[in-house]
C-alpha cells in the first residue's frame, strides 16, 4: 500500500500562505485522483481539494481561491498552496488518493500522519 508523507505546516498568522507537500513512496502516475483533506481539533476530517493525473481539479465551496493543488507525477509529489489563511483553517492537513473527483468520492488509500497547521496572531 502506497504511504503519504505530508509537510509544510507551521504557525502562520492570519492573511499569511503556506504551501503543503505531500510524498508518496511510490508512483502515484497509478493514482488518478489525488485529494487534500484537513481535520479540526474535534471536528471530523473533511475535504478541500482533488486533482487528476490530468491536472482536472475540484475544490470544496468553501475552499475554492484560497487553494491551489498541484501534482507532478514524476516527482510522486502534490502540493497544496493555501493562501489568505484564517484560524478556521487551523488543522492536520493529510493527503490521499480519491476514488474520484465528485462529490462523494471517498479516500482510497492509508492516511499518514499529516501535517499541523496553525492559524494565530
Known amino acids: 500500500q502506497v504511504q503519504f508523507v505530508e509537510s509544510g505546516g507551521g504557525l502562520v498568522q492570519p492573511g499569511g500562505s503556506l504551501r503543503l507537500s505531500c510524498v508518496a513512496s511510490?508512483?502515484?502516475?497509478?493514482?488518478?485522483?489525488m485529494a487534500w483533506y484537513r481535520q479540526a481539533p474535534g471536528k471530523k476530517r473533511e475535504y478541500i481539494a482533488s486533482?487528476?493525473?490530468?491536472?482536472?481539479?475540484n475544490y470544496a465551496e468553501s475552499m475554492e481561491g484560497r487553494f491551489t493543488i498541484s501534482r507532478d507525477g514524476a516527482r510522486n509529489t502534490i502540493w497544496l498552496q493555501m493562501n489568505n489563511l484564517n484560524a478556521d483553517d487551523t488543522a492536520v492537513y493529510y493527503c490521499?488518493?480519491?476514488?474520484?473527483?465528485?462529490?462523494?468520492?471517498?479516500?482510497?488509500?492509508?492516511w499518514g500522519q499529516g501535517t499541523q497547521v496553525t492559524v494565530s496572531s
Open positions: 490521499n488518493g480519491r476514488s474520484g473527483i465528485r462529490r462523494g468520492s471517498t479516500p482510497t488509500g492509508d
Open positions: 511510490e508512483s502515484i502516475n497509478s493514482i488518478y485522483v
Open positions: 486533482i487528476t493525473s490530468f491536472g482536472i481539479t
